[in-house]
């Protein structure tokens, strides 16, 4: 969490690596060095998570079903569970047809700014 609060990005996998053999107490010499690892940023996963999605819309018209979304964020990746997709859910549109507008899910997860969607 602290490293994420930092402004980096890494998957569970990748904080595992960097933090194997280490104790559950960290001090803040090795909590800079795991701060010094070549994480992504929110911003560095921008445009691969915009094409991601991209992929799903088959009307190429910058949405995707949400029961797509929501299977899409429980089963790849680092799984979300589905208290957690709801938590997420309750700062994404949904339109009428049930479709998320995807750009603007993607700002919401770059910036962490729900104003962006609202």
Request: hydrophobic share 35%.
């Given at each position: ?16 690596k960097?933090?194997d053999?280490?104790?559950d107490?960290v ?21 691969p998570c ?6 799903l819309?088959?009307d190429s018209n910058?949405t995707?079903?949400?029961s ?5 964020l ?7 569970t ?7 859910m309750?700062?994404?549109e ?6 998320v507008?995807?750009?603007q899910?993607?700002d919401?997860?770059v910036?962490?700014c ?5």
């Amino acid at each position: 969490m602290a490293v994420r609060a930092m402004g980096k990005n890494p998957t569970e996998a990748e904080l595992k690596k960097a933090t194997d053999g280490l104790s559950d107490n960290v001090d803040f010499n090795t909590f800079k060095t795991l701060q010094g690892k070549p994480f992504p940023t929110p911003q560095d996963q921008d445009k691969p998570c915009r094409n991601a999605f991209k992929l799903l819309d088959a009307d190429s018209n910058g949405t995707i079903p949400e029961s797509e979304l929501r299977q899409m964020l429980a089963t790849v990746g680092d799984p979300m569970t589905h208290q957690e997709i709801d938590i997420l859910m309750e700062d994404v549109e949904v339109d009428d047809l049930g479709r998320v507008h995807y750009h603007q899910l993607v700002d919401l997860m770059v910036t962490g700014c729900d104003e962006l969607i609202r």
